[in-house]
């Protein structure tokens, strides 16, 4: 007999258990959120054949503790330095390595130098930052805000500014999140949180990295003359930049300490792309050794500019007065300007290009770009 509501409820029934049917491979979901995801190794048959092989021991190598485990493979891999192994017809870049013995001085530096130091590093610079404004406080316009100002950056050089802060913030903090996140963030998110973080944070680091080289070029061509070394730069680094005591260091647009930034980013900055470059593109014939060394590369210059620009944010924001308007407003105060590039401010001032804080509001308005007079000295007064 037909019954319509029964098979409507069969209907219903089967949906029901499809939906909470095991997902394959996924059955162990609830053990899983207790121990941790356990993801199958796809090697493990390879590792499996490799550790069964019984060769006599090696004369000169000295094996871990008998019986640990993976002590085969231990063996296994000190042999493979003494004579290569496997042979295979597939033919492409390190296609006849079973086994990459660099590939496990790579992971030990990585694991207990790089993680370690690289986040003791970030730490200490933090606290070094935090210790210093503490101690010295913010750095005051010594005179006191005053009323004029002096045209400073044009809306173009404000743009590539925070064009290359933001991108430098966003791979700073998937590149750390990379590689401290397993020892940091694990405990505090737990392993699932923390594995979609990782990835989602590995896709935005190789979809967007490639553009920090792009703001590089723009910040070097724009800025690059203004960078240039100069007599008296080595005065205002043997006084500490007048950070340390209370003397007064003339300087130029551009500080010895902007300066030594600048080139830092260029060259460290320039490492650390290039060798992104190689990490994300494995197709341009690289071995793994040679990836291993761009990693090693990459990761121990952009760890170095994260230190670098940690000094900077801090110099260019709290810890200065006036030091931010600059790049917020494109003018500065003509006290700090004074104060703090006080050879540049007299050319300006010759120049008559100090203009009221009211003037300096309406040329504002006219963005793009401040009327022709109130356009940054920079390049007419370096
Ligand atoms: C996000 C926070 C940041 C703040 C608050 C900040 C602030 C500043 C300020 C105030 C200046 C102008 C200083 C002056 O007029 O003398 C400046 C210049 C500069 N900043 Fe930043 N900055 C930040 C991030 C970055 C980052 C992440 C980078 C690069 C990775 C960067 C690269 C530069 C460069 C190249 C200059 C010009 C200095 C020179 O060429 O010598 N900034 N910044």
Known sequence: MYRPVSRTASSLLLLLVVILAPVPGGGA????????????????????EVRKRQQPPLAGVKPPLNGAPGVDLWM????????????????????????????????????EWLVPYGGYAVAGMFLLVVLFYLIRGR??????????????????ERMIHWFIAAIFLFLALTGLTMLLGRSLLIPLIGAEAFSLLASASKEGHNLFGPLFLLALALIFFRFVRRNIYQRGDLTWLLRGGGLIGSRHVPSNFFNMGEKSMFWMLVLVGGVTAVSGVILVFPVLGQGREIMALSHVAH???????????????????????????????GYCDLNWAREHHDWWAERCENNGEVITVEEAFEAEGFTPGAPKHHRPAGETAE
């Open 299 to 329: 990761a121990i210059t952009a760890l170095t500019m994260i230190l670098v620009i940690i000094g900077h944010i801090y110099i260019g924001s709290v810890g200065m007065e006036g030091a931010i308007e600059g790049m917020t407003t």
């Open 76 to 111: 296994e891999i000190e042999r493979s330095k003494l004579s290569p192994v496997g042979s295979t017809q597939v033919k492409s870049v390190d296609s006849g390595t079973l086994i990459n013995p660099f590939g496990d001085e790579w992971r030990r530096f990585r694991m």
């Open 29 to 48: 979901s609830a053990n899983n959120r207790e121990e941790g995801i356990q993801v199958p190794n796809p090697g493990t048959d390879l590792w499996r």
């Open 139 to 156: 750095v005051p316009i010594h005179a006191g805000p005053s009323d004029k100002r002096l045209p400073r950056y044009t809306v173009y």
